[in-house]
C-alpha cells in the first residue's frame, strides 16, 4: 500500500524530533561536569613500597636514597612525607566591552535621456541604514582559606618536592572537598612544616562540593542547554 501525504508529514515529523531529542541530550551530555567522588587515585598518597629502603646495608647510618638536614628542622624532604598548606588565595577579574557599528549607503539614480527625451518617470534612489550597538559587563572575585596537609609524591633531580593530597569533610547535607597538586621548594618551607599556597608553582587547587547545597547552585539541565553554545540564538 503506498503512503499518503499524510502518513509522510507524520513520518517526517516524528524523524525531526528524534534529531533535535538526540542533539539535546547530547548538549546536555558534554555539558555535565564530573562528579568528585573521595579516593580519587590522582590525589592519593605515596604508595608503601615507594617509600622503602633501597639502600644496600652497609652498616652506615647515613643512606643516599633519603634527603637529610643535619643543622635545620625536619621539614618535608623524601617521598611520603606529609606537608601541612596553608591555603590563602584571593582573586579578582573585571571586564568591560562596548561596540558600536554605524553604516549608511545611498544610491541614486538619475532620470536617463533616451532620444532626447528624459521624462519617463524611472528615476529611484536606495537607502540602507545599519546601526548595532553591543555591551558587555563581567566581574569576578573569589577568596579561599584554609589549610590542607598533602603527601610528598616525588623528589625531582634539583630537590623540588612534587606535592598532592586531597581533605573531605562530610556535612549534614552533603560533603565538601580541597584537592590540591604543585610543586614546592624546601626553600620555602618553614621550620613548622608548613608553606604558603602562594608558594606552590604549577599549583592546581580545586574546593568544592556535593550534596543538596551543591545542587542548589547549580542551573537546570535545561537552563544549561539555553544558555550554552549548543543553543544557536
Known sequence: MKPTRSTWCGRRKVTLLMVLLMALLQGCTAMSRPRAEP???????????????RDAESGAIYQSS???????????????????????????????A??????????????PTILGK????????LTNERDFSGK???????????????????VLPNGVLRVRGEKWLSLTNGDEYVRLTGLVRPQDIDPGNIVDSSRIADARIAYGGTGDFDQANQMGWLARFFNSEWWPL
Open 98 to 111: 562596548e561596540s558600536s557599528i554605524t553604516k549608511d549607503n545611498e544610491i541614486t539614480l538619475p532620470e
Open 39 to 53: 579516593n580519587d587515585p590522582a590525589y592519593a598518597p605515596v604508595r608503601a613500597q615507594a617509600m622503602m629502603q
Open 136 to 154: 558587555a559587563e563581567a566581574d569576578q572575585s573569589n577568596s579561599l582559606a584554609g589549610s590542607i596537609t598533602v603527601t610528598v609524591i616525588e
Open 66 to 96: 633519603r634527603n637529610y638536614n643535619f643543622y635545620g628542622d625536619t621539614v618535608a624532604l623524601n617521598i611520603g612525607d606529609v606537608l601541612t598548606v596553608t591555603l590563602n588565595e584571593s582573586t579578582r577579574a573585571s571586564k568591560n
Open 118 to 125: 528624459s521624462n519617463f518617470g524611472i528615476a529611484t534612489s
